[in-house]
């Protein structure tokens, strides 16, 4: 059974810093793409940002600049340091694997459970 296990997150005052980190654990074939969503309450989730196998990495334009994403491939871990935090960017982070179970297998999504992210004074 695939895991993705997230830590971090937490309270953090406007500007300050957080780092987010997620592993995935089980069986799989290969873990394409991981990254990081996030989601206000009442809204959609969105992109955060990505990394795939060749190092390309995605991110949203409101977190350019001040987020960064780093991936451990040997581990198959992510994570996902903030820093220059606002209280805009308070939200539930999500982590996300796209992986495929067989070389044949098409892949899909698994998510983490969430960890809360607060900016706030």
């Known amino acids: 059974q695939v895991q993705l296990v997230e830590s971090g997150g937490g309270l953090v005052q406007p500007g300050g810093s957080l780092r987010l980190s997620c592993a995935a654990s089980?069986?799989?074939?290969?873990?394409?793409?991981m990254g990081w969503y996030r989601q206000a309450p009442g809204k959609e989730r969105e992109l955060v940002a990505t990394?795939?196998?060749?190092?390309?990495?995605n991110y949203a334009d409101a977190v350019k600049g001040r987020f960064t994403i780093s991936r451990d491939y040997d581990r198959n871990t992510v994570s996902l340091q903030m820093n220059s935090l606002k209280p805009e960017d308070t939200r539930v982070y999500y982590c996300?694997?796209?992986?495929?179970?067989?070389?044949?297998?098409?892949?899909?999504?698994?998510w983490g459970q969430g960890t809360q992210v607060t900016v706030s004074s």
């Open positions: 996300n694997g796209f992986l495929r179970m067989t070389y044949a297998d098409a892949g899909r999504d698994y």
């Open positions: 089980g069986s799989f074939f290969s873990l394409d793409v």
């Open positions: 990394i795939d196998t060749n190092r390309n990495k």
